[in-house]
């Protein structure tokens, strides 16, 4: 009966879909509009009511900022990949698959998350200085059957997001599309070094419709190609115009540290990329991960306020620029603080071990011995249930990062072990490098969220 139910709501949700794709040139208010009434039809109190407003008062002014935006992705960018991504990212994900997720976590009593990050493969085309990922080697890779197995099990869960890193998963280009090709209700994203797209790739995505890319930057030439290798810059450069040639959604994921956090939120930069067709920018804060790392490249508590400021700036209503931009380390106060432990989101690394965060590399599950399930009740998951948030100021969010002892406690009394293949850390090893920062961060994180 619940099958049938869906087939019928995702059947009424891709009617409005459509009918606002054809009059999409018409009258586009009145298209959104539509939609945004069967969003609240459908979600009802999953967002306040305020939100729902929000979003007609955005689409009744075609002279603002964001709407400017909108405007920009209907005209550039594929129609099957907009009515794909409105279904899968929108309807299957965000309000159906939401849906399921919740009643999942109470049936079984743990977080479930809403995104699931899988590693194909830990092999690379390039060699980045500082990469964690490089730390795995280039000898593992999920295959194509459990990749597949993840995702079926993950849709039973109501998880219809699934995110790829690694190594450099475009390396597994044919099982990517593969695995979008059969799991067609289901978004898909990979973050990549950008090197591998080209016009046959772009073809595959814009057929598929429901991929979409992030490609690594950390800033102009000379710097990324210092740690990505010569002549990278170019070839990210040609990616985009490849990508944006053939109509598709990307942006970049981009790691901002102490030498170039300037440079990759200045005006300038943020200019090139709009203009090259991303949609987004991810940005993350640089995780001393691993026995190798370098502690001197984290951000200074003023450079760390000074971001906090900034990507509020840049996606403001008005003013800043016409691109959204995230920031996963100080934007906890939007989604409650930490999302990793299955909350939100968690990891499975090239060797199938099912990691709370991308950043912290222990587990006690492997998914090629147990179930999805049973990895997501591993006592390290639970650990992360019954701790979160972890701090009730959502601008000191990681149990890592922020708060060393609360994951130097939890791996010590679950018993968690290191998932690093080359160079096991120990978790006192890696909180040490934490423990002065967390401390300075404070006082400052403290009188932000006062205000």
């Known amino acids: 009966m619940g099958k049938i139910r869906h087939q019928a709501e995702r059947a009424a949700f891709g009617k409005v879909v459509d009918s606002a794709m054809r009059h999409i040139n018409k009258d586009r208010e009145k298209s959104f509009l539509k939609i945004v009434d069967l969003t609240e039809n459908f979600a009802k109190d999953r967002f306040r009511p305020e939100s729902y407003e929000a979003a007609r008062r955005m689409i009744q002014d075609p002279e603002g900022k964001w709407m400017t935006y909108v405007d920009r992705i209907l005209d550039e960018v594929s129609p099957n990949v907009i009515r794909t991504t409105a279904m899968n990212l929108g309807f299957e994900a965000m309000l159906s698959g939401t849906k399921i997720m919740h009643e999942s976590r109470e049936k079984y009593q743990c977080n479930i998350p809403w995104l699931i990050l899988l590693d194909p493969t830990s092999a690379c085309n390039l060699k980045c200085t500082g990469c964690w990922a490089a730390e795995y080697g280039h000898t593992l890779s999920l295959t194509y059957e459990e990749l597949d197995s993840i995702i079926t099990q993950g849709k039973e869960l109501g998880i219809y997001f699934y995110m790829y890193t690694g190594g450099e998963p475009l390396v597994r280009k044919a099982d990517i599309i593969k695995l979008c090709e059969k799991h067609n209700d289901c978004a898909f994203h990979a973050f990549t070094n950008g090197t591998l797209v080209d016009d046959a790739f772009c073809e595959e995505m814009d057929r598929v419709g429901n991929l979409s890319l992030s490609i690594s930057l950390e800033g102009y030439e000379e710097v990324n190609d210092g740690r990505r290798g010569s002549g990278v810059f170019d070839q990210v450069m040609k990616a985009m115009d490849t990508l944006k040639k053939h109509g598709q959604i990307f942006g970049t994921s981009i790691c901002y540290t102490r030498a170039n956090i300037d440079t990759v939120t200045s005006d300038q930069f943020l200019d090139m990329i709009i203009e090259k067709g991303c949609r987004y920018a991810w940005y993350f804060h640089y995780m001393p991960v691993g026995n190798d790392a370098a502690v001197e490249l984290m951000p200074t508590k003023e450079q760390r306020e000074y971001m906090y400021h900034r990507i509020r700036e840049i996606r403001a209503m008005e003013g800043g620029k016409p691109i959204f931009t995230f920031d996963f380390q100080n934007d906890g106060e939007y989604v409650g603080g930490c999302i990793a432990g299955g909350r939100n989101y968690c990891h499975i690394n090239p060797n199938g071990d099912v990691e709370p965060c991308v950043f912290i590399h222990y587990s006690s599950a492997n998914i090629k011995e147990v179930s999805l399930l049973e990895a997501l009740k591993q006592p390290l998951f639970m650990a992360y249930r019954e ?33 690093d293949m080359q160079s096991p850390e120990s978790v006192e090893h890696l909180c040490g490098k934490c423990f002065e920062y967390a401390k300075e961060w404070q006082e400052k994180a403290d009188e932000l969220w006062k205000k």
């Open 387 to 419: 701790g979160q948030p972890f701090n009730e100021n959502h601008l000191r969010p990681c149990p890592m990062l922020e708060n060393p002892e609360k994951l130097m406690e939890m791996v010590h009394r679950t018993g968690a072990k290191s998932t």
